[in-house]
């Protein structure tokens, strides 16, 4: 069984910067990808940022410049750095790991629970 606890969301000024944070626990013998998701109300959850692990990312293109993702592996732990964020950020944050259990095993596709994330003044 493998959780991703996602934290770090809340309230923040237009312009303003958030950091929000994936850890993952569980039986892991690699995390192949690492990625954040969006979902704003009324909208398709969207792509926000993925980082794979030859450490190349793609970003949506709302948010290149602005957001970057990272990851530590010693911690099985992902980042969102969010600056100059804007009212259209608003949404709630999903955190995604493709994790392998052990060597030779199938990789499967984890959620977080998600954290909302409000940008206004």
């Given at each position: ?6 934290s ?5 000024q237009?312009g ?15 995390i ?8 704003a ?24 410049g602005?957001?970057?993702i ?15 964020l ?5 949404a ?7 994790v392998?259990?052990h ?8 959620w977080?629970q ?8």
């Amino acid at each position: 069984q493998v959780q991703l606890v996602e934290s770090g969301g809340g309230l923040v000024q237009p312009g303003g910067s958030l950091r929000l944070s994936c850890a993952v626990s569980g039986r892991i013998f690699r995390i192949e990808v690492m990625a954040w998701y969006r979902q704003a109300p009324g909208k398709q959850r969207e792509l926000v940022a993925l980082l794979r692990g030859d450490d190349n990312t793609n970003y949506a293109d709302s948010v290149k410049g602005r957001f970057a993702i990272s990851r530590d592996n010693a911690k099985n732990t992902a980042y969102l750095q969010m600056n100059s964020l804007k009212p259209e950020d608003t949404a709630v944050y999903y955190c995604n790991a493709v994790v392998q259990a052990h060597s030779g095993d199938p990789r499967f596709g984890y959620w977080g629970q998600g954290t909302q994330v409000t940008v206004s003044s």
